[in-house]
């Protein structure tokens, strides 16, 4: 068995370092006017920053819905955090981290 309410913590302040990053993301991809003075190339720029900036904020509230959804579903699953081949538990970061893989580092 893994303990779940370490997970949970973990879970929690991944979900809270993940909005602190849409947050900054959110400013970044705010929209590039063209009436800003910083010039063509700088304006290159802050197009090219706006566009990463989105691929990164998409990821980001991507990983902070799969995360939420895991925490609200922990409880649920009472195999929940156990690899499903050798039935060993998966160290919390790496379902944190690699939420699609069922198993452990060596079944992997
Ligand atoms: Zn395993």
């Known amino acids: 068995m893994i303990d779940k309410e370490e997970l949970k913590d973990k879970l929690r302040e991944q979900i809270a370092r993940t909005e602190e990053k849409i947050k900054g993301y959110e400013s970044m991809s705010a929209p590039v006017s063209p009436d800003d003075a910083i010039g063509r190339v700088s304006r290159m720029d802050a197009i090219n920053n706006k566009?990463?900036?989105?691929?990164?904020?998409?990821?980001?509230?991507?990983?902070?819905?799969?995360?939420?959804?895991?925490?609200?579903?922990?409880?649920?699953?009472?195999?929940?955090?156990?690899?499903?081949?050798?039935?060993?538990?998966?160290?919390p970061l790496r379902i944190i981290l690699m939420p699609e893989s069922p198993y452990c580092v060596r079944c992997a």
């Open 51 to 91: 566009s990463v900036a989105e691929a990164a904020l998409r990821q980001a509230k991507d990983k902070l819905s799969r995360m939420k959804h895991m925490l609200a579903t922990i409880d649920d699953d009472p195999n929940f955090g156990s690899c499903k081949r050798c039935g060993k538990p998966i160290p």
